[in-house]
């Protein structure tokens, strides 16, 4: 099969696509990317790399940050967070808040915002300010031997926590019902830097290689199962079935436009297009990813 080929058919393609769907507007330094922009990036489980497009141009990662973020709070933490978030989809907006009312401020899953921020509190329990942050980059590069240099976007996250006041009424609000221990405001700060990471298609797809390494010889996190299973049932939000139906594999999307998705034993891949969906999601990602699975038969199901 030749992985290079498909991607470049696939770039060549999207490139030629009008709509390429809305720039997030309430996060203004997202609405200045050119929409125009199209990158892929796949890592194979012997480490090949196939990179397509603008797979070299750093991206927000938003949202795909939580995957990093849950992982290193499985690891350090274990089983005890799924007291204080569940394992569910939960059929609503990534940012919506309507479920914590009667659901006593227990988020649905740590990939809506919700239970990202309760994630981000747990991790500053356990490690204090300086410490999650230092830890939250570290996990990221410790995911890959050859990532390049990453870092927080320090004035993403300052414009995003002067801004974000959803997040902020999302984490008061657990608050209330004692799912958040830390000052609110170290919270926010710690889920916006963490969102704030930039990468590239091909570093964002090395970073996948040891979610892929389950059905592999090489060792892998015992978590590694629950964190796919979490991210084909909630790594799109309310759109987290319409992308199993497309795509069949578990993925993360991030208002960025990014989206890492996994193919379990085989590959880690990165896609991004700046432009969403209704959901918030990479509208002409989604639709690369479902190419790539048509010609590559890579579908779980
Ligand atoms: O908190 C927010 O709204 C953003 N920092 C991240 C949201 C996001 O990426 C949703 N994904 N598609």
New binding site residues.
């Given amino acids: 099969m030749d992985i290079a080929a498909i991607l470049g058919a696939i770039v060549n393609e999207m490139r030629g696509i009008a709509d390429r769907g809305m720039l ?1 507007g ?2 203004p330094p997202l609405t200045q990317v050119d929409p125009q922009r199209f990158g892929m990036a796949v890592t194979m489980a012997d480490g090949r790399m196939h990179v397509a497009g603008d797979a070299d141009e750093a991206f927000s990662i ?3 940050s ?1 995957v990093y973020a849950l992982m290193l709070a499985l690891e350090t933490c274990g089983d005890p967070i799924w007291q204080r978030v569940r394992q569910e989809p939960s059929g609503t907006a ?2 919506s808040i309507v479920q914590l009312e009667s659901e006593h401020g227990i988020p649905r899953n740590p990939f809506i ?1 919700a239970g ?1 921020l309760v994630i981000a509190d747990i991790l500053l329990t356990r490690f204090g300010a300086e410490g999650a942050r230092a830890r939250f980059l570290q996990f990221i590069r410790d995911r890959d031997d050859a990532l390049p240099p990453i870092a927080f976007d320090e004035d993403m996250a300052r414009v ?1 926590y002067e801004s ?1 006041f ?2 902020a009424a999302l984490a008061n609000y657990m608050r209330t019902f004692g799912n958040i221990e830390n000052p609110v405001d170290a919270v926010l700060k710690q ?2 830097l963490q ?2 990471v930039t990468m590239s298609c091909r570093q964002l797809a090395g970073t996948g290689r040891g979610l892929m390494r389950g059905r592999t010889a090489e060792p892998a996190s015992r978590h590694v199962p629950t964190v796919l299973a979490l991210m084909m049932m909630c790594g ?2 309310d759109g987290s079935g319409a992308f199993a139906v497309r795509v069949g594999l578990p993925g993360k ?4 436009g990014g989206i890492l998705a996994i193919v379990p034993g085989i590959a880690s891949i990165a896609v991004w297009s700046p432009g ?1 969906n209704a ?3 990479s509208l002409l990602g989604t639709l690369a990813l479902e190419k790539l699975v048509r010609a590559t038969g890579w579908s779980v199901f």
């Fill in positions: 997030p309430y996060i938003q949202s795909i939580k990534f940012n915002n990202a995003e974000g959803r997040n889920y916006f969102c704030s799109h939000y999307s991030g208002v960025g969403l959901q918030g999601n």
